[in-house]
């Protein structure tokens, strides 16, 4: 069983401009829930996988493509609809 592999990210609320930080089990999800703990808005904050490398396991292996999410120091937020 692997361990959660979770980080701690910097947030900045779409309703009240304000930064918080929180800490989350990274996924394969792409995008978060989240509630403001300053004004309570809801919101939803996109993340963004970059291609990381191709891995070929063997001849003729049209290869599998390695992701990983790439975090900016504050991750803007939307409006949840």
């Known amino acids: 069983m692997s361990k959660p592999n979770k ?9 009240c401009s304000k930064t918080f930080s ?11 829930i ?5 004004c309570g ?5 996109k993340l963004h996988r ?3 490398k191709t891995v070929y396991r063997g001849e ?3 290869g599998q493509d390695e992701w990983e999410y ?12």
């Open 7 to 15: 980080k701690r990210l910097t947030f900045q609320c779409w309703n």
């Open 22 to 32: 929180l800490t989350i089990e990274i996924t394969d999800e792409q995008e978060l």
């Open 34 to 38: 989240l509630s403001c703990p300053f």
């Open 41 to 45: 808005a809801e919101s939803v904050a």
């Open 50 to 52: 970059e291609k990381k």
């Open 60 to 62: 003729g292996d049209t």
């Open 70 to 81: 790439t975090f900016p120091t504050i991750i803007q937020t939307q409006t949840r609809e």
